[in-house]
């Protein structure tokens, strides 16, 4: 599994940061759990299957997700907070946090595959 580096501030409040903007702006259609609802899981078996099918990488997620997310209202979140529920989502999946700043240019995200 590759390393993603995801953030500099302490994973407690990584973490809470992550699941609010998650639980705010994403959860009603994905889930609290992101066991999918009306929109796909983004955790789990069913996320690797559609991850696998685009050949996803970071990068590739955070574009989707700043492109188009949240569908009723693409594009109104700031880009910290696309970039913080972008690494909740990969931290959900297993992927543990690094020691820089999640950001879509960072060596450790650009081009990396995700295999949920
Ligand atoms: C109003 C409901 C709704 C909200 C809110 C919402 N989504 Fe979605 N999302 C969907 C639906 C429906 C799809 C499947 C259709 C599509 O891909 O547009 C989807 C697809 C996705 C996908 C998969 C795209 C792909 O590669 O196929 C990701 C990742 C995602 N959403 C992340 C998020 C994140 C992160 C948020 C919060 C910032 C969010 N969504 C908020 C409904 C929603």
Redesign the pocket.
Known sequence: MELIDIDEIDSITRSTVWAS??SQ??A???GIQLEGV???A?KGSNFGV??NA?M?TADM?LD??AG??????PGT?KTE??NA??SY?LQQNGYPAGATPFARDAPSVKGARITP
């Open positions: 903007v998650y702006s994403c009603s259609c994905h009306t929109g796909p983004l559609l991850a685009q996803m997620l989707v997700i188009t997310m949240p569908e009723s209202d979140l907070e696309y529920v972008t989502i």
